[in-house]
C-alpha cells in the first residue's frame, strides 16, 4: 500500500519569506516517483517536478527546490522569497513504477500575504 | 509541451440529465488517461484509468454505469455522468500520460459540475 502524507494543510507566510512544504511517503516498492503539483485558486493542476527513487540529487528551479531523502521517506518543497503568485494548494504524490496510479496527499493550502 | 484540456469548463445541468466530459491531450499521445474527482478542500480522489482501445479500469466504489468512459482514440477520452444527481456535483480532473514520458501525469484545467 502506497500514502503521501501531508501534515501541513495551510501555511500563511508574509512575501518574500522561505517557506517549506513537507511530504512524507510510504511505499514498499523499490523502484517509485515522487511528484508535486500546484492547484491555484483557477483550478488546474500544474507539474511542478518528478523525482525517481534512485535519484537523491536535490533540485533547483528558480526560487523552487527540493529535497528527497530515501532515510527518511521525506521529498520536501522549499519556495525562497515567495510571492503573491505562489498562493496555491500544492500536493505532493507518489506512483509506484511501472506506470502505475498515483497516490496524492491531502494538500498544504499555502496563502502568501502581500 | 504536455498540454491537456477539458470541455466544458463548468456546467450546470438539471437532476436526471447525462452530462459528457472531454479530455484531450493536444501535443502528444496518451494511450492512458485518469479521471479524478475532487470535492472542495479536498485532495483527488481516481475514479478510473482509461485505456485507449480497450474498457475502463474503475477503482472500488465508483459505480461504472454510472460514470461512462471512453477513449477511442490517443487523444481523447471522454467521461459521461448519467442521470446526474446533486450528490454528483463536484470538480473533476482529467490526465493523460505522455507516451514519451510515461512517468509523468499531466492534468487538465478540470470541469465545475452543478447538479440542479
Known amino acids: 500500500a502506497q500514502k503521501v502524507t501531508q501534515a501541513q494543510t495551510e501555511i500563511s507566510v508574509v512575501e518574500k519569506e522561505d517557506v517549506t512544504l513537507d511530504c512524507v511517503y510510504e511505499?514498499?516498492?523499490?523502484?517509485?516517483?515522487l511528484f508535486w503539483y500546484k492547484q491555484p485558486p483557477s483550478g488546474e493542476l500544474v507539474f511542478l517536478i518528478r523525482?525517481?527513487?534512485?535519484?537523491?540529487q536535490n533540485e533547483i528551479s528558480g526560487r523552487y527546490s527540493w529535497n528527497f531523502q530515501k532515510s527518511t521517506s521525506s521529498f520536501n518543497f522549499t519556495i525562497t522569497a515567495s510571492q503573491v503568485v505562489d498562493s496555491a494548494v500544492y500536493f505532493c504524490?507518489?506512483?509506484?513504477?511501472?506506470?502505475?496510479?498515483?497516490?496524492f496527499g491531502i494538500g498544504t493550502k499555502l496563502q502568501v500575504i502581500p | 509541451g504536455a498540454v491537456v484540456s477539458q470541455h466544458p469548463s463548468r456546467v450546470i445541468c438539471k437532476s436526471g440529465t447525462s452530462v459528457k466530459i472531454e479530455c484531450r491531450s493536444l501535443?502528444?499521445?496518451?494511450?492512458?488517461m485518469f479521471w479524478y474527482r475532487q470535492f472542495p478542500k479536498k485532495s483527488l480522489m481516481l475514479m478510473a484509468t482509461?485505456?485507449?482501445?480497450?474498457?475502463?479500469?474503475?477503482e472500488q466504489g465508483v459505480e461504472k454505469d454510472k460514470f461512462l468512459i471512453n477513449h477511442a482514440s490517443l487523444t481523447l477520452s471522454t467521461l459521461t455522468v448519467t442521470s446526474a444527481h446533486p450528490e454528483d456535483s463536484s470538480f473533476y480532473i482529467c490526465?493523460?500520460?505522455?507516451?514519451?514520458?510515461?512517468?509523468?501525469?499531466?492534468f487538465g484545467p478540470g470541469t465545475r459540475l452543478l447538479v440542479l
Open positions: 482509461s485505456n485507449e482501445g480497450s474498457k475502463a479500469t474503475y
Open positions: 501535443d502528444f499521445q496518451a494511450t492512458t
Open positions: 504524490a507518489l506512483s509506484p513504477g511501472g506506470y502505475q496510479k498515483v497516490t
Open positions: 490526465s493523460a500520460r505522455d507516451q514519451r514520458v510515461q512517468e509523468t501525469q499531466y
Open positions: 511505499t514498499r516498492d523499490t523502484t517509485y516517483y
Open positions: 523525482r525517481n527513487s534512485f535519484d537523491e
